[in-house]
């Protein structure tokens, strides 16, 4: 019998594929991120096979890492020098990466004789995963230190390019690192509202950019930033500056995440311009 495996790209989803995977070793795996997905990709390849459909609805997440990883999944592996990530955690950086194959992650937790093989990278699938997973943490991190919000219009507003798919991750660090503020992150045709409640939404939800009105082209802010960046440039002494240090706190690699990143670190490439004291006064 020729079994299809068809499950959501989630964590949950993930973890019964697996249990399902080592039920079935020859079966072949299909992924999506809704049952609408999977329903095109089913017509697509015009296939008539038993299909198992898993992750699709509601369960019980450390119920099925246990089932996975063993009663002591949550034990996971800490190196003197940083502390990895437990299991769960592990497989929702990896699904986020670009690049990720879902398939293989499946694979690869199917293959893994413990909890500690997921991050000793003793085989290539393993080694692909544990990497993607510390790229996406990497550019958690950097998102985090180097985009700047604006305040418009009472909301905490974020306009981000990241590589992965972090744009939720990071909505719920500001929104917890403002609690008191509602907080937007826009990206492409999205944007996640954290603290919607604020605004007479959920606490945390996801819109189209539409949605949030003309805040996007009118940034009280920018006068406000403006004015700031006069008064810098004009009390900045060349003689002083240390653009080596200056590039350890802004590095190139986080200069694209935002457009406040990109200006900072076109200053510290090109120095800053001529300014006056008399032009903060101008303004």
């Not at 690699?253 to 001529?274: C, F, H, L, Q």
Request: proline share 5%; charged share 30%.
């Amino acid at each position: 019998m020729f079994l299809i495996i068809g499950f959501r790209t989630t964590v949950e989803g993930v973890l019964l594929a697996c249990l399902k995977l080592r039920q079935f070793p020859d079966a072949h795996l299909m992924y999506a991120e809704d049952m609408e997905e999977l329903r095109r990709k089913i017509d697509f390849a015009g296939v008539e096979r038993d299909f198992e459909l898993v992750g699709f609805e509601p369960a019980p997440i450390t119920d099925l890492a246990e089932s996975v990883f063993g009663k002591h999944w949550n034990r996971h592996v800490s190196f003197s020098r940083r502390k990895e990530p437990d299991p769960i955690y592990y497989i929702d950086l990896v699904l986020r990466h670009a690049n990720c194959e879902p398939s293989e992650l499946v694979r690869t937790l199917s293959s893994s004789e413990n909890v500690t093989s997921l991050y000793s990278g003793k085989t290539p699938l393993q080694k692909r995963c544990y990497r993607y997973m510390r790229v996406v943490s990497l550019s958690h991190h950097r998102l985090c230190m180097f985009a700047r919000p604006s305040f418009v219009k009472g909301i905490l507003l974020a306009d981000i390019k990241p590589q992965h798919r972090i744009e939720d991750m990071f909505c719920r660090w500001l929104a917890k690192k403002n609690p008191d503020l509602p907080v937007a992150v826009v990206h492409g045709d999205k944007a996640w509202i954290g603290n919607g409640n604020f605004v007479g939404l959920d606490r945390f939800v996801v819109v189209t950019p539409s949605f949030l009105g003309d805040l996007a082209a009118v940034k009280i802010s920018d006068e406000v930033e403006q004015l700031w960046d006069v008064y810098y440039d004009s009390q900045m002494i060349d003689s002083r500056r240390n653009k080596k240090q200056a590039k350890k706190f802004q590095p190139k690699a986080a200069s694209s995440v935002s457009g406040m990143s990109m200006k900072d670190r076109y200053k510290v490439e090109r120095g800053i311009s001529p300014c006056k004291l008399g032009d903060f006064f101008e303004m």
